[in-house]
């Protein structure tokens, strides 16, 4: 919901740098475009979620309103090193929910956006179009648990949790 979105940005009193999408499902990128666009910033997705966000089928907003379909501004590969805000952001490609599932690590602040990758005590599902769950365990096992225990990791949805923890106690990482 862009407006409600643009409301928390008021609200909050932040100004907006940069919209960074994790994959392309129509619950995390609908209102991307509109909140880009009212804020006068950039969109920024992993080149392999391309045809994800352009197609309605694939990004599965066909199935609960009208069909959506998007084009980043920035196109993103695994291992690129963004500076937005101020900040410095490590892009991980983390495929497995979908091809282009992407992590946002932001090293010298501690903490994992996560998207629907990593979830606290599992992962994220693979049974949409271009998901897989080796993938997706492989991404996590490789990719995710060779940070930092004390890293704070934010999903997609649910509750925050830790690398430590997921470590200890996520089946998927074992």
Known sequence: DAYM?????????????????THGHFDHMTAAKAVCVK???????????????ADPQMNLSINYQEGV?????????????????????????TPGHTS????????EAGFLFSG????????????????SMSQIVRSVKEKLMILPDDTKVFPGHGESTSIGYERKFNPYCQ
Request: charged share 20%; net charge negative.
């Open 5 to 21: 979105i643009q409301n928390m940005i008021t609200m909050s009193g932040c100004e907006l740098k940069a919209v960074l999408l």
């Open 39 to 53: 804020n006068h910033v950039n969109l920024y997705a992993n080149e392999a979620e391309r045809e994800m966000l």
């Open 69 to 93: 379909s998007i084009e980043a501004d920035c196109w993103l590969k695994d291992g690129e090193q963004l500076h937005i805000a101020g900040m410095d952001i490590s892009v991980i490609h």
């Open 100 to 107: 282009g599932g992407t992590c946002y690590y932001f090293k």
């Open 116 to 131: 629907d990758t990593l979830f606290m005590a599992s992962v994220g599902r693979t049974d949409f179009p271009t998901g």
